[in-house]
């Protein structure tokens, strides 16, 4: 199966407003019909033909047949066992840096392009620090609710832990 993404999932990643997550937004964006779960898993993970599937079930893709191989899924692969603890996916501050100046690009807004400018000037643990939380607390007022609260959610799961306190109101 090489899925591919239906026109729902090219207008949710345009408009950044659909409620997915980085992973499945990675996923949406690595399937074009032309990778097999196979390729899928090696780029995205174990957890690639439970997300297929999800995404599938969603209306997000579609499945496209391989031309002449059929690829067999075990089903461990495809349906985790719910026992098992998701990994704990690595912190960083310069990931959590590196996705709020993403963030901030794509605004068309003065304040935004000013916030980009200071977090993209700050070296210093602490600047960078203070940096995100300033850009954190202005994106409500250049986005919707509902998308600034996303942005926060995937900065303080890409934040370490030692920082997350500093960076919350």
Request: glycine fraction near 4%.
């Amino acid at each position: 199966m090489q899925p591919r993404k239906t026109d729902l999932a090219r207008d949710a990643l345009q408009a950044h407003r659909a409620p997915l997550d980085m992973r499945q937004r990675r996923l949406l964006i690595m399937c074009d019909g032309q990778r097999d779960i196979a390729q899928l898993t090696a780029l995205i993970g174990p957890e690639a033909p439970a997300m297929v599937i999800q995404m599938i079930q969603a209306g997000y893709l579609v499945s496209a047949p391989e031309p002449a191989v059929v690829v067999a899924v075990p089903a461990a692969v495809a349906a985790p066992a719910a026992a098992e603890p998701a990994p704990e996916r690595r912190r960083s501050l310069v990931a959590a840096r590196i996705y709020l100046l993403g963030i901030l690009e794509l605004q068309r807004n003065p304040q935004a392009a000013a916030l980009y400018r200071d977090l993209q000037m700050a070296r210093a643990e602490g600047d960078v620090v203070t940096s995100l939380r300033t850009a954190l607390e202005a994106l409500p007022g250049m986005t919707s609710e509902g998308y600034s609260q996303r942005v926060r959610q995937r900065v303080m799961e890409a934040l370490p832990l030692e920082h997350c306190e500093a960076v919350t109101p």
